[in-house]
């Protein structure tokens, strides 16, 4: 079970703009006992200022003392809370920079919640005791604080993989930010359309690497290795809960198998989404390479060389990717802003990744993609002329149980 934890903040400044300071305070969501606490002067800054960097703060606590957690943020700032679930425009230069930043920190899934001024005590405490002087810097539960000439400048943690991804480096730092700091989209909302996706577990086709379309074949089932692998993914996928708005299959049978495996653990219904099926093979359906190189090597050669040429009787990678992204753009539509899991295949989950990073449709032929592994990709809307989402990869090829540190759903 995903641990779940809370961060809370607060800022203020004594003149608005004035000597400013912040407080933030990371709690365990069971227990409410406190994990870590941050409180630091700034100069001289408005209120505002101050309390995007009490966010700021209260993020990298989550980041440093609970990593892979999920987060909820609670501020007594309708003003922040409003700009970072991306419901309103952020128009303030210096908040704009620190709604980026948090944007940039904030674990994948976080969520920001308005609470009145006096549950947020603790925090406006942290704030006003740093004003006073009393408090500078981090103070982990148990720990006494350190006193402000002992105190050393929090280092940058190592990128997170959305980070590589969306913010490479500092020679894009021209590049424009939507509401909730990512680079190059914007829109009317910061939440982006998160797709979870998983490939079938294996059959005999797949174990004997023969070709496997989709409804035209003969359509086997789950082995029992495969039924495991789907149990294992399962299992892995538990902790994002409630944040799963459905689980989406492909119509095949190895797929909605697998799907009714995940979605009996996520506590979901089985929808199906007929745009993600496995490319048709045609009669090349069942072979292996080697069998239909024997029977058929022009028609294999002008297949390697062509997105538009198909196997007798199939589909081209071309008439794949129109179906695909057609069924994404259904997927999209149904369920903006939330967090789907999509059962599917090699190619589909292929054509999805290529199209999510703009890459060319023969991209492909170099991705490779194991059995029930997972594929995280978000999908942001946007401002360009063709009004088409902006997408972002988060994971690849991911299998459970392995390094759970890089793992964990928390982090996508």
């Known amino acids: 079970?995903?641990?779940?934890?809370?961060?809370?903040?607060?800022?203020?400044?004594?003149?608005?703009?004035?000597?400013?300071?912040?407080?933030?305070?990371?709690?365990?969501?069971?227990?409410?006992?406190?994990?870590?606490?941050?409180?630091?002067?700034?100069?001289?800054?408005?209120?505002?200022?101050?309390?995007y960097s009490g966010l700021v703060a209260g993020l990298r606590l989550a980041v440093d003392h609970a990593p892979g957690?999920?987060?909820?943020?609670?501020?007594?700032?309708k003003l922040v809370v409003e700009q970072m679930s991306g419901r309103w425009r952020i128009k303030h230069p210096d908040m704009q920079a620190l709604a980026a930043e948090a944007g940039e920190v904030a674990p994948q899934g976080t969520t920001y919640t308005w609470m009145p001024r006096a549950r947020n005590a603790h925090a406006d405490r942290l704030a006003n005791e740093a004003l006073d002087g009393v408090r500078e810097g981090v103070v982990v539960?148990?720990?006494?604080?350190?006193?402000?000439?002992?105190?050393?400048?929090?280092?940058?943690?190592?990128?997170?993989?959305?980070?590589?991804?969306?913010?490479?480096?500092?020679?894009?730092?021209?590049?424009?930010?939507?509401?909730?700091?990512h680079r190059g989209w914007t829109g009317p909302s910061a939440a982006p359309t998160t797709l979870v996706l998983v490939r079938h577990g294996v059959t005999r086709h797949t174990a004997a690497k023969r070709f496997s379309g989709g409804l035209g074949g003969d359509d086997p089932a789950l082995s029992e290795e495969g039924l495991a692998q789907a149990r294992d993914t399962a299992d892995w996928l538990a902790g994002l809960g409630e944040r799963v708005d459905a689980v989406v299959s492909s119509p095949v049978r190895r797929t909605r198998e697998t799907a009714e495996v995940v979605a009996a653990r996520l506590e979901r219904p089985v929808a199906i989404e007929a745009g993600f099926a496995e490319m048709e093979f045609g009669e090349w359906d069942g072979l292996t390479f080697t069998e239909v190189a024997e029977r058929d090597r022009a028609g294999l050669d002008a297949w390697l060389a062509s997105m538009d040429t198909a196997p007798p009787g199939g589909e081209s990678f071309r008439t794949v990717q129109k179906r695909v992204l057609a069924g994404l753009d259904r997927v999209l539509s149904e369920h903006a802003g939330?967090?789907?899991?999509?059962?599917?295949?090699v190619t589909?989950?292929?054509?999805?990744?290529?199209?999510?990073?703009?890459?060319?449709?023969?991209?492909?032929?170099?991705?490779?993609?194991?059995?029930?592994?997972?594929?995280?990709?978000?999908?942001?809307?946007?401002?360009?002329?063709?009004?088409?989402?902006?997408?972002?990869?988060?994971?690849?090829?991911?299998?459970?149980?392995?390094?759970?540190?890089?793992?964990?759903?928390?982090?996508?």
């Open 141 to 181: 539960a148990g720990a006494a604080p350190l006193p402000p000439e002992e105190r050393t400048d929090r280092t940058p943690d190592e990128e997170s993989l959305i980070e590589e991804i969306e913010s490479p480096g500092a020679t894009r730092g021209d590049a424009p930010r939507d509401q909730a700091g």
């Open 69 to 77: 957690a999920w987060v909820e943020v609670r501020m007594d700032s």
């Open 348 to 412: 589909p989950i292929k054509t999805l990744v290529a199209h999510a990073l703009d890459a060319p449709l023969d991209a492909v032929y170099r991705m490779e993609l194991s059995p029930a592994s997972v594929t995280v990709l978000s999908f942001y809307s946007s401002d360009q002329a063709d009004g088409a989402p902006r997408g972002s990869m988060r994971l690849y090829n991911a299998l459970p149980p392995g390094d759970r540190a890089t793992l964990e759903p928390g982090r996508w």
């Open 1 to 51: 079970m995903t641990r779940r934890v809370v961060v809370e903040a607060d800022g203020g400044s004594r003149g608005n703009p004035g000597p400013a300071a912040y407080g933030a305070v990371l709690k365990d969501a069971a227990t409410d006992e406190v994990i870590a606490e941050d409180a630091r002067t700034i100069g001289v800054a408005s209120n505002n200022v101050a309390e």
């Open 338 to 345: 939330r967090t789907v899991v999509v059962v599917s295949h």
